[in-house]
């Protein structure tokens, strides 16, 4: 038994034979209800690492994994991805690349849709996550209508209805202006007093003020970073 909620252990990654390693012996321990920051250079491996940590690596994409990655005291290898879609929520870049719907209350409604919850829990939990973010007042409109801000906020919604345990943001701010960053920003604060395991990768020091700890992907290898914060 491990006492993390989320435990890489030695693992490297290529995406194929002929490739580099992108992942090389990455050594990632986070505790339950910890916000981490990952940092590195475009190209450096942060996305790969948590689609590898989410499953869509090799689920979805394919690749060669060395090492574990054990989430829960469990190794995911044995998981399918519907399963990890109740433990795990990853937001992108591009809200527009993840929003499928024209009405945000069916975006929330298709992940546990998806994994059969019943009627009624799924009105709940839309309840539930709309209150908690207060936005309540979105949940009839048009994603497509909304400010960058608001759209990853239904974005953010649409991973937790679930109610995942891990949050993962993948640069979720860099495409929104300064107001859609402060919503996102407070949104993530309260997500993380609420208990909830948050990973964000980000280029913007500023968004990681809640972070308890901060990593820097460079060369494959993943290290603590100690830099001073702007
Ligand atoms: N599906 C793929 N197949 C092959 N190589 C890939 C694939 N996706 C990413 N790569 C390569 O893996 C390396 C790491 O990419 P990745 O997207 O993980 O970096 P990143 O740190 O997230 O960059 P950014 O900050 O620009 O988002 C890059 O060299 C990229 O070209
Ligand atoms: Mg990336």
Redesign the pocket.
């Known amino acids: 038994m491990t006492e993390y909620i989320i435990e890489t252990r030695n693992l490297s990654f290529r ?2 034979e002929a ?1 580099p390693f ?1 992942l090389k012996d990455v050594n990632l321990k986070i505790s339950r209800g910890e916000a981490i920051g990952i940092v ?10 948590i689609n590898v940590i989410n499953g869509i690596i090799p689920k979805r ?1 394919n690749g060669i994994i060395e090492g574990d990655v054990i989430i829960n005291n469990e190794n995911i290898n044995s998981k399918e991805l519907h399963e990890l879609v109740t433990t795990i929520g990853t937001v992108f870049q591009d809200p527009d690349c993840q929003i499928l719907f024209s009405c945000a209350e069916d975006e929330m409604a298709f992940a546990p849709e998806n994994l059969c919850f019943e009627r009624l829990e799924i009105f709940d939990r839309i309840e539930e996550v709309c209150s908690f973010l207060d936005i309540g007042r979105l949940r009839d409109k048009n994603p497509n209508n909304m400010s960058g801000g608001e759209k990853q906020l239904i974005a953010i919604a649409s991973v937790l209805t679930p109610d995942v345990d891990i949050l993962i943001l ?2 979720c701010m860099s495409q929104i202006d300064e107001r859609g960053k402060v919503l996102i920003r407070n949104t993530v604060k309260k997500l993380k007093e609420q208990g909830k395991t948050i990973i964000m ?1 980000e ?1 913007d020091f500023s968004n990681l003020k809640i972070a308890d700890n901060i990593y820097l ?1 460079n060369s494959g290898k993943l290290s603590e970073f100690n830099g001073e914060l702007k």
């Open positions: 995406y194929n490739s992108i590195g250079l475009s190209g450096s491996g942060k996305s790969t690492l994409i993948d640069e990768i280029h992907l």
